[in-house]
């Protein structure tokens, strides 16, 4: 491994901890699925189901019930599009302002995003779109802020790239947590402002292990951050 100003002990810890950040919010859209299954129980948008008296009822109910999983189908769309589309305006940010000012805009957007969530309502479904979306481009900005730890660690850097991809990826299973923990009793509103409390751990990381700017490759002798 690269040697450098930082510690091996200093770089495993924002390894690892990037690994778990990585792991339990980037992605977590991917998981929709599953926290469709909590929302239609709490009854979003189940407006859209009710019959319409001047047509048959179970007709109607049908055609209501699909307009319900279409406005589901619509915030994932949306918030996967928004995954994609942002990560070049995204990287410019990271590539012209750094590491701290590309994170700090990263935790802004993920912690609305889960605040949105946990004050929803029924009533007010409707904030589930900026929600998802915030959600989306907070976990790709910190996901970018993060492929660079990789450059800590030498010719194991691609190794690390990947880990963190692959970290990405099984984030989708989070939804699938809230949506066990919500069959044992657990409060959509109460798991979702436990997530927007984790955004203190995002700040702790961008100010104690992760440079202002960018990690440099191939890394500099004495190099150091946070």
């Known amino acids: ?3 450098g100003g930082a510690g091996l002990a200093k770089r495993l810890g924002t390894f690892f901890s990037g690994v778990l950040e990585c792991g339990a ?11 469709v299954f909590v929302l239609k129980d709490l009854g979003y948008f189940s407006d859209l189901c009710q019959p319409n008296a001047t047509h048959n009822r179970n007709e109607t109910l049908l055609r209501g019930c699909s307009r319900q999983d279409g406005q589901f189908a619509l915030v994932f769309t949306i918030g ?3 995954n994609n589309f942002v ?4 990287g410019f940010i990271f590539d012209r302002f750094g ?3 590309a994170r700090l805009i990263a935790i802004s957007l993920y912690t609305g995003g889960t605040l949105l969530v946990a004050f929803s309502t ?4 409707v904030l589930l779109f900026p929600a998802m979306s915030m959600l989306s481009v907070g976990g790709i900005l910190l996901i970018l802020t993060n492929m660079q730890v990789g450059n800590l660690f030498g010719k194991y850097r691609s190794i690390i790239i990947t880990l963190y991809n692959g970290a990405f990826d099984s ?8 949506k066990l923990l919500y069959e044992h009793g657990l409060s959509l509103r109460t798991m979702f402002l ?3 409390a984790c955004s203190a751990w995002h700040l702790l990381r961008t100010l104690f292990l992760m440079p202002r700017t960018r990690i440099p490759y191939p890394l500099p002798p004495a190099y150091d951050y946070g």
């Not at 984030?171 to 809230?178: E, G, N, R, T, V």
């Open 1 to 3: 491994m690269a040697g």
């Open 25 to 35: 919010f980037c992605g977590i859209i991917f998981g929709w699925a599953s926290l």
């Open 80 to 82: 996967s599009f928004m």
């Open 87 to 90: 990560t070049f305006p995204m």
């Open 99 to 101: 590491t701290t000012v």
């Open 122 to 125: 029924p009533e007010l479904a």
């Open 171 to 178: 984030s989708s299973a989070i939804f699938l947590i809230i």
């Open 194 to 196: 436990f997530m927007a």
